[in-house]
């Protein structure tokens, strides 16, 4: 009977611990919610979208959280970076207007200002945490506008904590994104429009930015770490933008490479190629190369989660610096002094040519690179619009136009002074253009349309 008490009473103990720690968290998730939700900002920014071959404007939803007593928000640069108009709605279902302040669409960041001048009550403003204090298992809570559900929490854990993703991956806007971090990976629910919103850990603190939502897994969701978040925002806010070094090397994991190249583990970069006319070519680096030391110090990538720190330790370099890489080539050791370059903007202005039915953009180092052009003069056509003058002449996306009647355009600012000059002709246009290597004219009739409709 002794023996069947103690169990009971054993039984008993625990279930009250149990309920305990239960309650614990509960408070904890609680207390959590309540310090960053008053920093929850609803965004509705009206998005540009050029692809179409005309401009068009659309309303899209978003997250984001306030993070300086100023009414500076931090969200995601696809949720504002394209933004004409965005819309705020604040904890107290405010609605304020905002303003763009810049964004970096490599690491999917940008920061916008709530204009609070006819605000009637005060903000409250969310604290960073560290990312680097992040544990795989870490209770977290992921808060936004899932489907234009405002103000939503949902509960997870950190299912990793250094998720890499292939730079090759682009974002809703366009740009290439991730050559630059690591991801939070978390099962707590992320849906679209939780895109820019907080994710936060039970002391209260954001950990990260939230980013992508996977269409095609449950509880898959992904944050940008808060410290390369602080990185982000203290740039664009200290000097409008994050400026980055570039050399023109890509690289991919050694792994079980080590023992081909001869580095020994956990030793050497391994280039994987180069971008032509770029100050490693032009310093006679070679795909197959082993980058052993940038200045003296000893860099690695035997993982691809490694990747992103060696691409950093470039781009943190000021434009114009000269950097000594110690290379092994064929089992010898040399070492290339390469000049950095600025990386500058992935993707180039927009324009609409309204009159001729198309939309362009200038061309910038990194299209150049992606579209494989032979050099980064004339403007790319990002769009053509059904049924007008550039769709019936045979200009397609993609295309290049260097010459407008002949006359060569170097950029996106000569293309514009040039078609400001006709836009007011009825005769016919002749578009020079580049198609995978190929030259093509093109003839626009301006009359097209009006007939096209006429007829109709």
């Given amino acids: 009977m002794k023996r069947i008490l103690l169990v009971i009473l054993a039984l008993a103990t625990f279930g009250a611990v149990g309920r305990a720690h239960s309650q614990t968290t ?3 998730i609680y207390r959590a919610r309540d310090k960053v ?6 965004i509705q920014p009206v998005v540009k979208d050029y692809n179409t071959g005309e401009l068009k404007k659309q309303a899209v939803v978003g997250s984001g959280v306030i993070f300086h007593p100023d009414g500076y928000v931090v969200t995601n640069y696809h949720v504002a970076g394209k933004a004409a108009r965005i819309i705020c709605t604040l904890w107290d279902k405010e609605q ?7 964004g970096d669409p490599p690491t999917d960041i940008a920061v916008i200002k709530l204009d609070l001048s006819n605000h009637p009550g005060e903000i409250a403003v969310a604290e960073f945490g560290n990312s680097a204090a992040v544990q795989t298992g870490e209770q977290v809570l992921a808060m936004g506008s899932p489907l234009s559900l405002s103000r939503s929490v949902s509960a997870g854990v950190v299912s990793t904590k250094d998720r890499y993703f292939s730079s090759d991956v682009r974002l809703p806007t366009g740009e290439r ?3 630059y971090n690591l991801w939070i990976q978390t099962d707590a629910a992320i849906n679209p429009g939780n895109s820019g919103g907080p994710l936060v850990d039970l002391q209260g603190n954001v950990i990260g930015i939230n980013s992508r939502a996977t269409l095609f897994a449950n509880n898959i969701g992904f944050a940008i770490p808060i410290n390369i978040v602080k990185q982000v925002t203290d740039a664009i806010l200290t000097d409008g933008e994050v400026q980055r070094s570039w050399i023109g090397v890509h690289c991919q994991a050694l792994q079980e490479l080590e023992d081909f190249f001869g580095t020994g583990r956990n030793r050497g970069v391994l280039v994987s190629s180069i ?4 100050p490693a070519e032009e310093s006679f680096m070679k795909a ?3 980058i052993l030391a940038i200045d003296d110090e000893p860099v690695s990538a035997r993982f691809l989660e490694e990747l992103p720190a060696f691409y950093n330790r470039i781009a943190s370099q000021p434009p114009g610096s000269d950097i000594r890489l110690t290379v092994l080539r064929d089992e010898e050791e040399y070492s290339f002094t390469v000049t950095t370059r600025e990386l500058g903007d992935l993707q180039g202005e927009d324009f609409e040519v309204t009159g001729w039915g198309f939309t362009v953009k200038g061309i910038t180092r990194q299209m150049q690179i992606d579209n494989q052009l032979r050099d980064s003069s004339g403007v790319f056509v990002t769009g053509v619009k ?3 003058p550039a769709d019936v002449g045979g200009l397609r996306s993609g295309d290049v136009i260097s010459q407008v009647n002949k006359v060569p355009v170097t950029d996106l600012a000569d293309f514009i002074l040039r078609y400001n000059e006709l836009a007011d002709t009825q005769e016919k246009i002749l ?6 290597g190929a030259t093509r004219l093109v003839v626009l009739s301006l009359d097209t349309e009006e007939e096209v409709r006429t007829d109709g």
């Fill in 37 to 42: 939700y008053p920093a929850l900002v609803h």
């Fill in 288 to 290: 197959g190369d082993i």
């Fill in 177 to 179: 994104t991730g050559r």
């Fill in 96 to 102: 304020v207007q905002a303003e763009y302040i810049g």
């Fill in 275 to 278: 971008d032509p006319n770029s």
């Fill in 431 to 436: 578009l020079t253009t580049r198609r995978g």
């Fill in 386 to 388: 059904r049924v007008g």
């Fill in 26 to 28: 509960q408070e904890l």
